[in-house]
């Protein structure tokens, strides 16, 4: 399929991935559809990602992250439902892969609305990532839409709910397509939640201000409360008290009638959330060492 662009950008690895990769290029066939580009040091995901963008022809970008794969129809199911109505997204299932061998099955269908799909994302009803949702890369050129570069995670989140919010059109395809593997533990997934306290903080900042002039629906309010509410409890559950003044977007006061019935997050997080703004940190301490207990002993 030459019509379709690979950019393979080698962010400073240290193994032999690179000369692997132009062994494979380097056979008798020609490849110009294939291109490898070489970070002068390692510089993260989100530039990595932002080059890709920049350095790429194609009318629709997607990523495929080192440590993933995808199914051997991924290629030419994309390019069937480009065909089938020019979308402006295009979002698939993918599997995600755990340390455990289990695998967990996400968004294998959901809604073709990018309003709703957005209400979904807040909610924690839709995975944030980009690797399974194809985008027209005009979205990201014209709308000055870059991935955050000083996100160290929740970068995904940062970015999709833009990029949905212009969408027009909207196509899925109601089967896994890429498989997120989680099995390596020295993946760039796994970090220690108190690192990740912060950057999600920032993703929550990032979406306040984008909407912050925009007409925004009571549903979309309610679903943006939610994904607060989340953050507050992650906040909460792994942050660190000297910490709160800087996590003022989330470190507020909920009804109880979301923190308990909205949004699709785990019960604790919701719990953290009741016992802390009601004064009872000892109580929110007390559920995060039996957190991690039970963690451990699974």
Known sequence: MQDVEILCIDDGSSDDSVARLEALLAGSEKKPHFTVIKNAQNMGVSYSRNLGIKQAHGDYVIYIDSDDYVTPDYVSQLKAAIAQCDPDVVIFGFDELKRDGSIIQHAHNCPESAP?????????????SLCNKLFRRSLYLQHNI???????????KAVCFKLLHYCQTVKCINKSLYIYDRSNANSVTFKKYELLVRPAVQAVDIIDRFYAQKEVSPQLRTAILANKIFVAGFAYLYGKRADYADYGSVIQRYPNSLIFHVGNFPYYYRLAVFFSQNHMPWATKLLTVMYRLVKKMC
Do not use: R
Not at 117 to 128: G, R
Not at 146 to 154: C, H
């Open 116 to 128: 709703v799909l957005i209400e979904k994302l807040f909610l924690n009803q839709l995975h944030n």
């Open 146 to 156: 870059s991935i955050p570069a000083d996100l160290s995670a929740f970068e995904d």
